[in-house]
């Protein structure tokens, strides 16, 4: 039993890390784009409507061209990895929904995936965007 209630602190800890991510995360898209690359790994890929930018030059040169941006999150989940799927190192798989107008642009729905992995320094554990999948959802919209 004793396994039950350390996988529930593991997932309570990793969904507490994801909605702090999330908060800078879209906070950080909308009013300091420029410093978004930061929140990725050196190697990360993303993932935007079908076409893939990754490493963290062509992450700061797509964000550099994308239009201003209000995101609205109205649904997050998260849950942890297993470990034998990451070679043991903490990862969190983070899902959201919402809506987001980018200026000149109609307002859309998007679906947005992420896999935070735990980076530890000797003060704290920083969490970092290994992977990214962001999509608009235009079919739900009329």
Not at 22 to 45: F, G, Q, S, W
Not at 78 to 102: D, I, M, R, W
């Amino acid at each position: 039993m004793a396994m039950a209630v350390d996988f529930k602190t593991y997932v309570d800890q990793a969904c507490r890390a994801a909605e702090e991510f999330v908060n800078i995360y879209y906070e950080t898209m909308d009013k300091r784009r420029r410093a978004l690359p930061r929140l990725y790994l050196d190697k990360a890929t993303l993932i935007w409507n079908g076409n893939v930018v990754t490493g963290l030059e062509a992450l700061a040169n797509f964000f550099d061209v994308l239009p201003s941006s209000e995101f609205q999150v109205n649904m997050l989940d998260c849950q942890p990895v297993h470990e034998q799927a990451t070679q043991a190192q903490t990862t969190v798989l983070v899902v959201t929904s919402g809506t987001v107008k980018f200026d000149g642009n109609r307002q859309h729905f998007f679906n947005q995936n992420f896999l935070l992995t735990a980076q530890s320094t000797p003060n704290n554990t920083v969490w970092k965007i290994a992977s990214d999948c962001f999509r608009f959802q235009d079919w739900a919209s009329s």
